[in-house]
């Protein structure tokens, strides 16, 4: 089977050569696109699996190549910019966006980011095929049909905002959802005056969910950012 093919959108050619040997080494297909209409072009002509982006693009702010692509597709867009500040990542992922690597980067790290969307990549195609309504990661099981979730086989007891953080969570493995995504999901509305309550209810579901709370199998925290759901081997 072949690995997905990835599109590199950089205008850095150091950079660009790091990021395309590496994939050869690794035996990834890839494209390359040196500016933001370039990689709309290739994204909209060849329909890549996944797409690697740095935002400071010659021609257009990368956020734009994002809103662009979700405009007709949701393929996976990982990040890769020198851009470290919280806002900055935010404003990418609720652009779109489902991941985010800050330069620089190792190129192991840029592997695992990959090998990560491809599970995810994976998870999705087989719930498509399958139509299941049920969800397993690891020892967590989630009956959306039943409105339940079980772990290691016994019933969770779950508040219904509970409930509702944990499917959105899970529908969304590998992604990183920011706060403001999430409230808005969960609650309709933004609640960024509030986030003290979402880190609360964050909080008591983990209790529910993780042996030990404190060392995090299922949901990582992005400090400033927002949760992601780990898929579990």
Known sequence: MNKPLILVVED?????????????????RYLVAANG????????SHNPDIVLLDLGLPDMDGVQVIEKIRSWSNMP???????????????????????YLTKPFSVEELLARLRVTQRRLAYMTTEITSQSAIFENGKLRVDYAGGCAYLDGQELHLTPIEYKLLCLLSKNVG????HTYITQHIWGRSWDNNMASLRVFMATLRKKLEAQPDSPQYIQTHIGVGYRMMKVE
């Open 175 to 178: 992604k990183v959802l920011t």
């Open 77 to 99: 867009i990982i990040v890769i910019s020198a851009r470290s500040e919280d806002s900055d990542k935010i404003e990418a992922l609720d652009a779109g966006a489902d991941d």
């Open 12 to 28: 850095d050619a150091p950079v660009r050569n790091l990021m395309t040997t590496t994939l050869k080494t690794n035996d990834y």
């Open 37 to 44: 209409e370039a990689a709309i072009l290739e994204a909209s």
